[in-house]
């Protein structure tokens, strides 16, 4: 069964930092892409960032560039987001996912529970 423990949400002002991990376990993830997603309130859940087993196979959304930088550690199963400059709407649930690359659609069959991320102005 696999799970998905993220960790390092919290309260921070703006421009300032944080860094959030996520832990996966349960298989074998060398073929699965991980990454971020958010959910502010009132707004859809929207896709962050996420990186494939090989070394710059990242992809980030518009309002991650620049800012969030996705990384890695294949040994540990472990995926993070270093988010800096944050702004207020940064605010948001962020959730840990997982999954495959099928045709150049990507599709997210595993899903954390979420951390709260909260930027203050």
């Known amino acids: 069964q696999v799970q998905l423990t993220e960790s390092g949400g919290g309260l921070v002002q703006a421009g300032g930092s944080l860094r959030l991990s996520c832990a996966a376990s349960?298989?074998?993830?060398?073929?699965?892409?991980m990454g971020w997603f958010r959910q502010a309130p009132g707004k859809a859940r929207e896709f962050v960032a996420d990186i494939g087993w090989s070394v710059g196979n990242t992809l980030y959304a518009n309002s991650a560039k620049g800012r969030f930088t996705i990384s890695r550690d294949n040994a540990k199963n472990t995926v993070y987001l270093q988010m800096n400059s944050l702004k207020p709407e940064d605010t948001a649930v962020y959730y840990c996912?997982?999954?495959?690359?099928?045709?150049?659609?990507?599709?997210?069959?595993?899903w954390g529970q979420g951390t709260q991320v909260t930027v203050s102005s």
């Open positions: 996912v997982v999954g495959l690359v099928r045709a150049g659609t990507r599709k997210y069959d595993y």
């Open positions: 349960g298989r074998s993830f060398s073929a699965y892409v």
